[in-house]
């Protein structure tokens, strides 16, 4: 062992590597930390305590200072490292822990799995997720990755199986020809104009979710209206300002320690 660092005071659940900054590294512990480190020091560089466990964490190969962590509380967390008291953005749509999760090469999206026996791809600024992948047997995803080219995706669950899918759900395999390629392209532009229009977002948005998915994310919607019912009237009948609003990122972030 050429170097020893210690920054928590509980099992160490996942360790990863930068791509980009050869000598960071982060840890994940089961007392909610997550933990930067310099190879080339003994101590810990900073350290962020998240309101849940957070199980995986992966760095953005093409921005060294973004990582996302994948946490217990349905949700995944991008943050810069420069600045962790207030994640980049918070990704949200698992119903359950969010197990695993890894970049796609290119750095623009990244690949989660969960509890809930799904497989979600987002996109890096993005909130929700854009695809959502599942089947009848599979079961609890424990990982995730990326082929090198990006085409692919690679899972492993809960019931043995390793499954192959393709990084872009509509995406042909095999040779693509020039009138293809054409129509492929005017189509994606077509979407991209009328995105905004209600009925073309609504279509784009929607994916089939097994029945328990929805049931369990419908349970959630109805718990954080309740909860934003609740704030709003605790603000409405208290003294001016001392009911302040604390917004989304701000709410899952426990303390950040250098």
């Keep these: 062992v050429s170097t020893q660092s210690t920054g928590g005071v509980d099992t160490i659940s996942s360790v990863t590597y930068n791509k980009v900054e050869t000598y960071m590294l982060a840890s994940t512990a089961n007392d909610r930390n997550i933990v930067l480190y310099d190879c080339r020091e003994n101590q810990p560089l900073r350290k962020v305590i998240l309101a849940q466990k957070t199980n995986q964490v992966a760095f953005n190969p093409m921005e060294a200072f973004n990582f996302t962590a994948a946490c217990d509380d349905n949700n995944l967390y991008t943050f810069d490292m420069r600045k962790l ?19 796609s090469p290119t ?4 690949v989660s799995g969960s509890y809930d026996k799904t497989v ?17 047997r599979m ?4 990982c995730t990755h990326y082929s090198a080219d990006s085409k692919f995706i690679l899972t492993g669950s809960d019931e043995t199986n390793i499954r192959l899918w393709k990084s872009l759900a509509w995406g042909q395999m095999g040779p693509v020809s020039a009138r293809e390629r054409a129509a492929f392209d005017y189509s994606k532009k077509l979407i991209d104009r009328y995105s905004e229009h209600p009925q073309v977002k609504r279509i784009k948005r929607h994916r089939n979710l097994p029945k328990m998915v929805k049931s369990i994310s419908k349970e959630h919607m109805n718990i954080r209206s309740a909860r934003k019912k609740k704030d709003d009237n605790r ?24």
Excluded: C, D, W
């Excluded at 929700?128 to 599942?134: A, D, G």
């Excluded at 079961?139 to 424990?142: G, W």
């Excluded at 001016?240 to 701000?250: C, D, I, K, L, N």
């Design 235 to 258: 603000r409405r009948h208290a003294k001016p300002g001392s009911v302040p609003r604390v917004a989304e990122r701000a709410k899952h972030v426990v303390n950040e320690e250098e």
């Design 107 to 110: 750095g623009r999206e990244f």
């Design 120 to 136: 979600r791809i987002f996109p890096v600024g993005k909130g929700r997720s854009k695809e959502v992948y599942h089947t009848k």
């Design 139 to 142: 079961q609890r995803v424990f």
């Design 85 to 103: 008291k207030t994640p980049l953005n918070v990704h949200m749509g698992h119903a359950m822990a969010v197990l695993s999760v890894n970049y």
